[in-house]
Each structure stands twice: as structure tokens, then as C-alpha cells.
């Protein structure tokens, strides 16, 4: 069986090459390039991933760009800055392989310091808490590797196409019914420098993309 693996991609060159020679075997890459001046496109392309472009800039833009570009039944998400491991996907594919979740995401588990600045743990944190009282579902991270239903996915209608599409994920799954899970992953430092976690400013744009979507 094969799964798709959408990348959200903005300047990731440095990071692309180690994430997909780490691909399992029958995990196909979907590079989302979301305008990208590095040659990331060129890059992933050379390296055997399918690459799709997304004009209109946003991370949930590029995240549903991957998404309408992939046909495999279960499709993954993860980020391609190289602070997860490729080779841990079958982590979060296999409850929805076996038919014991719907929807899995991987809780991150920093194995250094750097790799979650605290500033982006806490605002996780109160999101997460958030979340879990809204819906139920026993989440402590909005982890960016996740697996589901191609096709259930793109029933749920997501409109964000900001921070907040992640979010947004949880809650119409979780207000359709579906059963919600999450794996331990590992967290490692990634590549360069992050546009959201790496500033203060970065964090405080996603987690007010986030609350627009919990408020809405």
C-alpha cells in the first residue's frame, strides 16, 4: 500500500535531501512548494519527489495544495526543516491502517533543547489545553506529522489556509466524529532557521491564526 507524504516547503533546500533519502519505502513524497527562492522545487524534483506549486502563500495553502494533489487513500503531513524523522511515520500510520483511530498525530518529544524554544512550547501548550477541552480528544501537542483519510480529509471542507489549518484539521474531525490519537515522535533541531518556532513573532502570528479558528 502506498502513502502520500505532503511537505509544506518554503526555502527548505538544506533540509529536503536528508528528509527524503529517510522516506520509508512505500511512503511517496508531495513536495508543496509555497514560493520558495532556494531551488527547493528543483531540488525535490531531482530527488525523485512528486513537487506541486502553491502561488498563494500560507502554510494551510500548501498543506491543501499537497493534500488535493495526493491519491493514496491515507496521506501523512509533516514538516520538511528536518526536526522529524521521516522513518518514524509508521508510527502515526499505523492506528489508522489498523482501524483503531481516524486521525493520528505525532506528539513531539524535543530530544534536545534547542529543538523547542520555549516560547513555542508554552504557546503549544495552551493551545493544546484548549483543544483538549473543546473537543475531548486526548491531545497534549497540534504535532505538524499527522496521518488520515485522503478522502475523509477532504470531505471535512478546511477553509484555513494560515497556521491555523492544522487546528482546524483537529476540530472538524473531531466535531465529525472521528476517533482522534496521538504517538510519541521525536523533536530534533531542524534545519536553518524556523519561520514560525525560531521568533517570537513567528510563534505569536500561528497561535493568533489558532485562536481565530478556536473562536470561530
Not at 48 to 64: D, I, L, T
Not at 151 to 175: C, K, N, Q
Amino acid at each position: 500500500m502506498t502513502i502520500d507524504v505532503i511537505l509544506p516547503c518554503l526555502d527548505e533546500a538544506a533540509a529536503l535531501p536528508w528528509i527524503l533519502e529517510r522516506m520509508p519505502p512505500g511512503y511517496t513524497a508531495i513536495v508543496a512548494d509555497n514560493g520558495s527562492t532556494d531551488g527547493s522545487a528543483e531540488l525535490a524534483a531531482g530527488l525523485g519527489a512528486r513537487v506541486v506549486h502553491e502561488p498563494v502563500r500560507g502554510f494551510g495553502a500548501a498543506c491543501h495544495a499537497g493534500l488535493l494533489a495526493a491519491t493514496a487513500d491515507v496521506v501523512c503531513f509533516m514538516d520538511a526543516d528536518a526536526s522529524l524523522d521521516p522513518r518514524q511515520l509508521p508510527r502515526v500510520t499505523e492506528p489508522v491502517l489498523a482501524g483503531t483511530a481516524d486521525l493520528v498525530l505525532g506528539r513531539r518529544m524535543p530530544r534536545t533543547r534547542a529543538a523547542w524554544p520555549a516560547h513555542a512550547r508554552l504557546g503549544n501548550a495552551v493551545l493544546a489545553r484548549n483543544l483538549r477541552r473543546r473537543t475531548g480528544a486526548p491531545l497534549h501537542d497540534l504535532g505538524p506529522m499527522r496521518a488520515c483519510s485522503r478522502a475523509g480529509l477532504i470531505a471535512l471542507g478546511l477553509t484555513d489556509r494560515r497556521f491555523g489549518y492544522p487546528l482546524e484539521m483537529v476540530l472538524r474531525a473531531s466535531s465529525a466524529g472521528w476517533r482522534v490519537a496521538e504517538v510519541e515522535v521525536d523533536y530534533l533541531a531542524r534545519s536553518g532557521r524556523s519561520k514560525v518556532t525560531g521568533t517570537v513573532r513567528g510563534t505569536l502570528r500561528a497561535v493568533a491564526d489558532m485562536r481565530r479558528v478556536l473562536a470561530g
